[in-house]
C-alpha cells in the first residue's frame, strides 16, 4: 500500500516541490488536479492547505505531510514529528507570527490592546497568547487579506511575515512576535507504528533534510603544492576538514571542500593567490551529515 503524503497547496507550494525536486523527488503538478504525480510508485501526494494536513494525516485520511508549527500548535494535533523543515515561501529562514498595529496607533505592548479587536487566522495560538498575558481581546477569525483590516475592521492584528514587506507596505508595526515557524514533516501513530511506512518516512525526511542542508553550499576542488597547503586551509571554512590526496606528480595534491556559497567570490582569488590551481565550484543537492 503506497504512503499517501500531502503536500502543502498555496504559498509554500513552488518551494516544497523545488526541495522534492532537490531531494530527488519529480513531482508534476496538473493546473486542475490536486493529485500531483510523483516518480516513485510508493508515494501518493495530495495537494492540501497547510492548516488542513493535520486534521486529515490526524484522522488517517493521509499517512503523512509537510505543514508548519504554527498549525500543528493550532490545530492541537496528536501527530509524529518525523523532521523540522526550516525553508519559507523566498528563503530558508522561519517565518514569525506577529503582533501589528497601525503606525500611528498608540498601542506600544500587548496590554494596551486590553477590551480590542485582533484578527487572525491563527485563532487558537492567539487566544492562548493574551489569555498567558491576562489580557481580555476579541479574536476575530480572517479569511485573508488581514493586513488592511486595521484600523477599521479591527484594532490589530496577528499575522505571519517572512520578511515584514507586507506589514510595511500596509503601514504596519509590530509590536511582538508570537511565535517563528518551522515547517513540520509529520505522520499519524498507526503510519508510523507499520514498519514500511516508517522506513519510507525516515528515507524521505533524510533527503528533504539533505536538501536543505545544501541548500546554500557548494564544493569546491583545487589543485595546490604542498608547500602551500597551509596557506590554503588558513583561507578556508569547511564543513568537516578539508579532503587531501595525493597526485602523479609528489609536489601536488588535490584538495576538496564544501563551504557556504555566499563567500566562495571573497575566498576563489585568495585561493589562487595562495598557490591553488584548477579550481573548480559545483553545486550541491543534498547533504547528509
Known sequence: MPLKLALPKGSLQSST??????AGYNVAVSERSY??????????????????????????????GITGSDWL????????????LVY?????????WVLAVPQDSPFQKPEDLAGKRIATELVNVT???????GVSVQVQFSWG????????????????????????????RVIDTLLEVRNCFV???????????REKLDNLALLLKGALAAEDKVGLKMNVPRAGVD???GILTSLRRPTLSPLADPEWVALETIIDERTVRDIIPKLKRAGAEGIVEYSLNKLVY
Open 17 to 22: 516541490l523545488r526541495l522534492f525536486q532537490r
Open 35 to 64: 493529485y500531483p504525480v510523483i516518480d516513485d510508485p510508493e508515494i501518493e501526494a495530495m495537494l492540501i492547505r497547510a492548516q488542513e494536513v493535520s486534521r486529515y494525516v490526524e484522522q488517517r485520511v493521509l499517512d503523512a
Open 73 to 84: 500548535a493550532d490545530s492541537g494535533a496528536d501527530l509524529v514529528t518525523v523532521a523540522e
Open 88 to 96: 519559507s515561501k523566498q528563503t530558508l529562514q522561519p517565518c514569525r
Open 127 to 133: 487566544r492562548d497568547y493574551f489569555g498567558k498575558r
Open 145 to 172: 487579506a488581514t493586513e488592511v483590516k486595521p484600523p477599521v475592521l479591527a484594532d490589530a492584528i496577528v499575522e505571519i511575515t517572512e520578511t515584514g514587506s507586507s506589514l510595511r507596505a500596509n503601514r504596519l
Open 187 to 197: 505522520a499519524n501513530r498507526q503510519a508510523w507504528e507499520d514498519p514500511w511506512k
Open 231 to 233: 596557506a590554503v586551509l
